[in-house]
T-cell receptor, first 111, second 113 residues
Framework: GENVEQHPSTLSVQEGDSAVIKCTYSDSASNYFPWYKQELGKRPQLIIDIRSNVGEKKDQRIAVTLNKTAKHFSLHITETQPEDSAVYFC??????????FGTGTSLTVIP | EAQVTQNPRYLITVTGKKLTVTCSQNMNHEYMSWYRQDPGLGLRQIYYSMNVEVTDKGDVPEGYKVSRKEKRNFPLILESPSPNQTSLYFCASSSREAVETQYFGPGTRLLVL
């Protein structure tokens, strides 16, 4: 089956700096690459996603890049704010509704 | 309001006592899933369903059952719970057109003694 690896497991940045989280996957048939944000005690919520036919997608301060050849994708958060502090999960999905998640990155934005 | 609901939200039980966690969505989504979340392991898919009466095993199906008799409901059944099934469980749903946009329920925290 698919194997999704996520790094780093913890990340601390100063407010206003950028944060980058990286994921690799193993199954070349994977087509969907969503990113979820989970605040403490809350449910995961989709923040951005990218499909395999796109190399980059941006939504305000958040961007995701995908390199299908190298089988890795990354989340970029610019101008970080304290409310960006949360756990972020990457995931990959292929045919149908089967998804594999990374182990999460705990992001702390220091005011 | 579009939502995914789960019940109960918290449950303490004993080894071997059958339990069911319900999940319901009001968005007419075709796809539904169950995940468990454990510290350091992220979210792992237990079972998923792509339509009524269609269910498939995810990454960690052992010890769990599901059913999809109606489009809106996707209950998770633990026939004989064991302590290693102590976890935080999430139900999720998505449409066929936007399968990657999963809406998660609020979670069910289960403790098996």
């Amino acid at each position: 089956g698919e194997n999704v690896e996520q790094h780093p497991s913890t990340l601390s940045v100063q407010e206003g700096d950028s944060a980058v989280i990286k994921c690799t996957y193993s199954d070349s048939a994977s087509n969907y690459f969503p990113w979820y944000k989970q605040e403490l005690g809350k449910r995961p919520q989709l923040i951005i996603d990218i499909r395999s036919n796109v190399g980059e997608k941006k939504d305000q301060r958040i961007a995701v890049t995908l390199n299908k050849t190298a089988k890795h994708f990354s989340l970029h958060i610019t101008e970080t704010q304290p409310e960006d502090s949360a756990v972020y999960f990457c995931a990959s999905g292929g045919t149908g509704n089967q998804f594999y998640f990374g182990t999460g990155t705990s992001l702390t934005v220091i005011p | 309001e579009a939502q995914v609901t789960q019940n109960p939200r918290y449950l303490i039980t004993v080894t071997g006592k059958k339990l069911t966690v319900t999940c319901s969505q009001n968005m007419n989504h075709e796809y539904m899933s169950w995940y468990r979340q454990d510290p350091g392991l992220g979210l792992r898919q237990i079972y998923y369903s792509m339509n009524v009466e269609v269910t498939d095993k995810g990454d960690v199906p052992e010890g769990y059952k599901v059913s999809r008799k109606e489009k809106r409901n996707f209950p998770l059944i633990l026939e004989s719970p064991s302590p290693n099934q102590t976890s935080l469980y999430f139900c999720a749903s998505s449409s066929r057109e936007a399968v990657e946009t999963q809406y998660f329920g609020p979670g069910t925290r289960l403790l098996v003694l």
